[in-house]
């Protein structure tokens, strides 16, 4: 959503030009203070974003006028305006579960045996195993859906 409102915004100011871009910014500045306020509906800074607000910087648009028409902080605008590339996000590693060690495990008693999830937990309570019940459960629903499911 905000990815498209933003080429759009774009798009005008590029056809208008920057000065009825700033006379009609009243209604922009309004709205981006609401999606500012509304939780969810921020989202990273895309290519598409950084090229729109890089191209806004160059043709001379303030940074605090930049801001006000996106609902971006200041402080974002500067960093990329100011950056020579646009924004490259990466995935993050996957966290280790308490739960790894003992999956083999779990997989194998559920293939011969339909156990219950409290069974299986505490089996491997037993076995040193320092997690709680709710991820135990939950891996052992999932667990069963995949060797019902052919």
């Excluded at 959503?1 to 208008?16: A, D, E, H, K, Y």
């Excluded at 729109?52 to 605090?64: A, C, R, Y």
């Excluded at 011969?112 to 052992?140: C, H, N, Q, T, W």
């Amino acid at each position: 959503m905000q990815n498209g409102n933003l080429q759009r915004r774009s798009q005008r100011v590029l056809n208008l030009g920057f000065t009825e871009f700033h006379h009609r910014g009243t209604e922009r500045t309004e709205n981006a203070q609401r999606r500012r306020f509304k939780k969810g509906l921020r989202q990273m800074l895309g290519t598409e974003d950084y090229l729109v607000l890089k191209n806004w910087f160059d043709q001379g648009v303030s940074i605090s006028e930049i801001a006000r028409q996106t609902g971006y902080d200041r402080r974002t605008i500067r960093k990329y305006a100011t950056s020579s590339s646009p924004p490259v996000y990466r995935k993050r590693a996957r966290k280790a579960s308490k739960l790894d060690g003992y999956r083999d495990y779990i997989t194998g008693r559920l293939q011969k045996y339909p156990l219950s999830a409290k069974r299986i937990y505490d089996e491997i309570l037993e076995m040193g195993f320092e997690g709680k019940y709710s991820i135990v459960k939950e891996f052992v629903r999932e667990t069963k859906q995949k060797i019902r499911a052919p």
